[in-house]
């Protein structure tokens, strides 16, 4: 019994110690930015989408962890005004793109994360968008309360096939390339 008592002691001062060193940094989702471009044979349109919520997680000084989720209701572009930006807005919206009324929010998870560098890090995150998860994987480079990457999303395999010459034949000009890509600053 004294061994046990001893072995349950040890054990709750190892896992205090543990959440004591793991720091979860609440994301500042006013400052925090998603920016997007989408390229199409003819041009491309770039806009914004806002985050809801989303957390980044620290052990010392270490990225360990991060969760995002994102409003897709809050997308838009910004190369556009007026009737065709409401137009192209609501098209993105549509169930041809990411389906908003029925999916208003896309998820990232942090899964694995390697250092490269003092700043920079390796992560693989699971996706999710139109309730379908898929891996990514892109450097982070986190420096005092800010992270900022940059990567692309290969928008087919989330069941976005609208103008992409990978599904569709003939559509000449009006090919929409398959990958979008995003720039995103952190503020925590």
Do not use: C
């Given at each position: 019994?004294?061994?046990?008592?001893?072995?349950?002691?040890?054990?709750?001062?190892?896992?205090?110690?543990?959440?004591?060193?793991?720091?979860?940094?609440?994301?500042?989702v006013?400052?925090?930015t998603?920016?997007?471009?989408?390229?199409?044979?003819?041009?491309?349109?770039?806009?914004?989408?806002?985050?809801?919520?989303?957390?980044?997680?620290?052990?010392?000084k270490?990225?360990?962890?991060?969760?995002?989720?994102?409003?897709?209701?809050?997308?838009?572009?910004?190369?556009?005004?007026?009737?065709?930006?409401?137009?192209?807005?609501?098209?993105?919206?549509?169930?041809?793109?990411?389906?908003?009324?029925?999916?208003?929010?896309?998820?990232?998870?942090?899964?694995?994360?390697?250092?490269?560098?003092?700043?920079?890090?390796?992560?693989?995150?699971?996706?999710?968008?139109?309730?379908?998860?898929?891996?990514?994987s892109?450097?982070?480079?986190?420096?005092?309360?800010?992270?900022?990457?940059?990567?692309?999303?290969?928008?087919?395999?989330?069941?976005?096939?609208y103008?992409?010459?990978?599904?569709?034949?003939?559509?000449?000009?009006k090919?929409?390339?398959?990958?979008?890509?995003?720039?995103?600053?952190?503020?925590?």
């Amino acid at each position: 019994m004294k061994n046990f008592k001893t072995f349950a002691i040890a054990l709750f001062v190892a896992v205090a110690s543990v959440s004591v060193n793991a720091q979860t940094k609440k994301i500042d989702v006013k400052a925090s930015t998603i920016k997007w471009v989408g390229k199409k044979v003819t041009g491309e349109h770039s806009g914004t989408v806002n985050f809801k919520d989303g957390a980044v997680v620290f052990k010392g000084k270490k990225l360990t962890g991060g969760s995002f989720t994102v409003d897709m209701t809050s997308l838009t572009a910004t190369d556009l005004t007026g009737e065709y930006q409401g137009k192209l807005n609501g098209h993105l919206k549509a169930d041809d793109f990411f389906g908003t009324d029925k999916y208003p929010t896309s998820k990232l998870v942090f899964k694995t994360i390697s250092a490269k560098s003092a700043d920079v890090y390796s992560v693989t995150a699971d996706l999710t968008i139109k309730g379908i998860t898929k891996p990514v994987s892109f450097d982070i480079t986190v420096k005092g309360n800010t992270a900022t990457t940059a990567f692309k999303v290969d928008r087919t395999k989330y069941d976005i096939k609208y103008g992409s010459g990978s599904f569709f034949d003939g559509l000449g000009d009006k090919t929409i390339n398959d990958e979008f890509e995003l720039a995103v600053s952190l503020k925590f």
